[in-house]
């Protein structure tokens, strides 16, 4: 006997959920889950349904295993200093933006481009300390612009690390979708900022199956009618030694995104002048670790980080050093547990 799947609408959903966990799942809390790739969408806008059985697995794993599992840490003071307090090879993930040097001191005091590297030192130091062999860490950083001309400090911070025992392994770029509008005498609008990844060994975990992309509607076109060569290796003529086969392609609908990253700067908190967005720490989180890892972010600033680690189930210690931006985290992460149920 075949047993056919059961599609329950977003309405129908959030009742069965309702009724099989006995806490109230609304019809946000579903989308919620769609949108975040818990349990799959079927059908289209205005027609979107889940399978029954895909809801039925999810609570039966968060009961399970990550509601009593999971853990949210935030810690007041200096990371200079906690630091300290956290176990050697514990992290799997750093992913941080720390003040840059000199800017939006009237918030939270900044330092200045000459210091900057001297500042950061000891905290990479600490870094190093307790990431895992197999972490990474990510340095969302960009240099800002003095006497007309890019300061060099991220650049000897990059050398000066790798004294320090880092690999610097990879340079993702933060393509700012939205970047503010405006125009110089002498450059133009600023769209992106560094992302850095640094290492401790060159084998670290990576799971880049996670973060695929949409293959994009070029493939419908290009791969209709392939020629001869389309369906063998084609070596690039200039001898670079790169080829490519564009048969490979055919029946793919996802493929591997490049080092730029491409996301807009908006992000729903106001209430810290440089949080960053969620997509950004959580496209990390998907490429470096796996539920029930441990990411830590040492100026974690609004606590996007550690709210975005929650919600995907993975472990997270955040240190901030101004006492409202902590009570602000405490706020944000208990609301996203409430987001799931
Ligand atoms: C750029 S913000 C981080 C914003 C964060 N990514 C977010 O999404 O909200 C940097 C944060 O580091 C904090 N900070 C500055 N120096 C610190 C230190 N030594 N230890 C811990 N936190 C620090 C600042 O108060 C600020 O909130």
Redesign the pocket.
């Known amino acids: 006997m075949t047993i056919t799947p059961k599609l329950l609408t977003i309405k129908q959903a959030s009742e069965w959920a309702t009724n099989y966990i006995g806490k109230n799942v609304t019809t946000s809390n579903i989308a919620y889950l769609i949108q975040y790739g818990l349990v799959r969408k079927i059908g289209e806008n205005g027609n979107t349904q889940v399978l029954q059985e895909e809801l039925e697995e999810y609570y039966d794993r968060y009961f399970t295993t990550n509601e009593s599992k999971i853990k949210t840490e935030i810690i007041l003071?200096?990371?200079?200093d906690?630091l300290k307090n956290i176990a050697d090879n514990s992290v799997d993930l750093i992913v941080?933006?720390?003040?840059?040097a000199d800017q939006r001191k009237k918030?939270?005091?900044g330092i200045t481009p000459e210091r900057y590297v001297e500042w950061f030192l000891p905290?990479s130091k600490e870094l190093l300390r307790v990431l895992k062999p197999a972490g990474t860490f990510i340095l969302?950083i960009k240099e800002k612009v003095v006497d007309g001309e890019r300061s060099t400090y991220v650049m000897e911070l990059i050398l000066e690390m790798r004294q320090q025992g880092w690999l610097w392994t990879e340079e993702f770029i933060w393509h700012k979708k939205n970047c503010y509008p405006g125009k110089w005498a002498n450059r133009f609008r600023d769209a992106w900022e560094r992302l850095l990844q640094f290492n401790k060994s060159r084998k670290f975990n990576m799971y880049q199956d996670a973060v695929k992309i949409p293959i994009g509607d070029w493939a419908n076109g290009r791969l209709k009618n392939l020629s001869e060569t389309d369906k063998i290796r084609d070596n690039a003529k200039n001898g670079s030694g790169f080829g490519k086969n564009i048969s490979n392609w055919i029946g793919k609908e996802t493929v591997y995104p490049t080092n730029v990253v491409h996301l807009s700067t908006e992000?729903n908190?106001k209430n810290?002048s440089?949080?960053?967005p969620d997509s950004l720490p959580e496209w990390f989180i998907k490429l470096f670790t796996q539920e029930n890892d441990t990411v830590l972010?040492?100026?974690?600033?609004?606590?996007?980080?550690l709210k975005v680690a929650k919600r995907m189930y993975r472990n997270s210690v955040g240190?901030?050093?101004?006492p409202e931006?902590v009570e602000l985290i405490k706020a944000i992460t208990k609301e996203e547990q409430l987001n799931i149920f």
């Open positions: 003071g200096d990371c200079k906690e941080t933006s720390p003040p840059y918030t939270y005091g905290i969302n992000c908190n810290h440089a949080a960053f972010d040492p100026f974690a600033g609004s606590g996007t980080t240190i901030e050093i101004l931006y």
